[in-house]
């Protein structure tokens, strides 16, 4: 077996002292631009590689967050994945990703196994949290921010699109675009996202004086998805437009609607959805959707997160980013209607 290198070894190889090295594999520690060259060659040239556990538990810092997903099937979501590793890791943050589905009792051994890491906060994405749940994480000290959901718990931040907005905009849309016949189609009701999206899009049609013609749960499953939709459309007054509450979901639509259904979008019904994921754009589908801007999403995620890891006891933060109603060919454009 090869010697283990160590920090001394390494030292001796640079002509530094052994706190240059640990300087040097520190984030955010001072070091010259000259020793830290001199170190890095050294490591370099010897195999070294610092140990990260050990440091922290010296330094009392882990350098961990905690990132917990509920699925991946939504495009949204390896997207924002890959972006929220990339900015923590950015800022010298080391990421640990768990998968968490909504079943009872499943997020609370995640974030028991989470906290065991000695994380220094830990980020969910579309994951509800308990206040049993949050209380705990509060007592240890570890900060929690909600990303892609929105909770009334005490101390606990979250950052979402502002899916009530984006929702009322699309009622607008299909007002202005004369459909009479307007239904949606929704996701999970125990998602925040869900209910906002629903409630705004409901309050447009209410302004107007207008009333759901259908309502079908697709709860951002595909199967499901592809059910609610050939129900809704089993019936002679079938609708003329339809809200998808995500993407995932309009995209399965548009393809029962036109393949199984041998209805034409957006001739005989317009189809609009929300996320904005990849595929929205993709010339098979070109959706008309709301989007959420995932980079603004995950850069006021990890200042949050930031925020209340630096400065123990601040305020929780709520914010809700704009997401602009994306125009391209699966629904009827009004006239004056532009991007």
């Given at each position: ?9 390494v030292?001796e ?7 240059a ?34 440091r922290?538990?010296?330094?009392g ?5 905690g ?6 099937e ?8 890959e ?8 800022e ?17 051994t ?33 900060p929690?921010v909600?990303f892609?959901r ?19 905009q ?8 004369e459909?009479?016949r307007i239904a949606y189609?929704?996701g ?16 447009a ?8 013609h259908?309502?079908?749960d697709?709860r ?12 809704m ?35 005989d ?15 098979s ?6 989007r959420?801007q ?8 990890v ?6 890891i ?23 454009i ?6």
């Amino acid at each position: 077996m090869a010697e283990k290198v160590t920090a001394q070894m390494v030292a001796e190889r640079a002509g530094v002292s052994q706190s240059a090295v640990s300087r040097v594999f520190t984030p955010g520690a001072s070091v010259s631009a000259r020793t830290e060259k001199k170190v890095r060659e050294a490591a370099s040239a010897l195999g070294y590689r610092p140990n990260v556990l050990a440091r922290a538990m010296v330094s009392g810092r882990s350098r961990m967050i905690g990132l917990v997903v509920a699925y991946l099937e939504n495009q949204f979501y390896p997207e924002v994945l890959e972006k929220l590793s990339n900015a923590l890791q950015a800022e010298g943050y080391h990421i640990l990703v768990f998968m968490a589905s909504q079943e009872a009792g499943t997020l609370d051994t995640v974030v028991e196994e989470i906290l065991d890491y000695q994380v220094e906060g830990i980020v969910l994405a579309s994951v509800s949290l308990s206040s049993d749940l949050a209380s705990r994480c509060q007592a240890a000290g570890v900060p929690v921010v909600l990303f892609n959901r929105s909770q009334d718990i005490d101390g606990i931040s979250a950052v979402t699109s502002d899916n009530f907005t984006g929702a009322f905009q699309v009622g607008q849309f299909l007002l202005a675009g004369e459909h009479e016949r307007i239904a949606y189609l929704a996701g999970w009701e125990g998602a925040s996202t869900q209910r906002d999206r629903q409630r705004g899009f409901v309050a447009a049609l209410d302004v107007a004086g207008r009333r759901l013609h259908a309502w079908e749960d697709g709860r951002f499953e595909p199967s499901r998805t592809a059910d609610a939709v050939r129900i809704m459309f089993d019936r002679s007054s079938r609708p003329d437009a339809v809200f998808v509450a995500g993407d995932q979901m309009a995209l399965i639509a548009m393809d029962v609607l036109r393949h199984e259904l041998g209805l034409s979008v957006p001739g005989d019904v317009s189809v609009v959805g929300f996320d904005d994921v990849p595929a929205a754009s993709w010339l098979s589908y070109r959706l008309t959707t709301v989007r959420q801007q995932a980079d603004l999403m995950v850069a006021r995620c990890v200042s949050t997160l930031l925020r209340a890891i630096e400065t123990p006891g601040a305020a929780p933060e709520r914010h809700a980013i704009e997401a602009p109603l994306i125009l391209r060919a699966s629904a009827r454009i009004p006239q004056g209607w532009t991007q």
